[in-house]
C-alpha cells in the first residue's frame, strides 16, 4: 500500500519523507505510545500535503499507523460518519400545474 502512495506526487512532498517511518507506526494509541501518536500528529500538522495523505489512507481502507494526521482508529470514526450521513434524496420536487 504504501508503494501505492510512493508512485503519486503528494508523497514527495510529504514532511513525513525525512522523519524516522517508525514514528508513524506506535505500537499503541495510549499509555507511553500516545506521547509517540503526539509527536506524529505534529509532524502532520505542518505538512502541505496532509489531506492528500489522508484520502490516499481512507481510499486504501484499513492501515496501520498514522496517515494524514489521523490514526487507524481515528480514521474508522471517519468512515463510519461519512457512510451513516444521510444522502440527499433524489426526489423530484413536484411542478405545480
Not at 28 to 34: D, E, K, M, R, V
Not at 72 to 89: D, F, G, T, Y
Request: glycine share 6%; proline share 8%.
Amino acid at each position: 500500500m504504501a508503494r501505492a502512495a510512493a508512485e503519486g506526487t503528494w508523497w514527495d512532498l510529504a514532511a513525513c519523507s525525512s522523519a524516522d517511518p517508525d514514528l508513524f507506526f506506535p505500537i499503541s494509541a495510549s499509555g507511553p505510545a500516545l506521547a509517540q501518536v503526539m509527536r506524529a500528529k505534529a509532524v502532520c500538522a505542518t505538512c502541505r500535503v496532509r489531506p492528500q495523505c489522508l484520502q490516499f489512507a481512507l481510499a486504501e481502507g484499513p492501515m496501520e499507523g498514522i496517515w494524514g494526521g489521523a490514526t487507524e482508529e481515528e480514521r474508522r470514526v471517519i468512515v463510519a460518519h461519512h457512510s451513516a450521513s444521510p444522502r440527499p434524496s433524489r426526489s423530484v420536487a413536484a411542478v405545480p400545474a
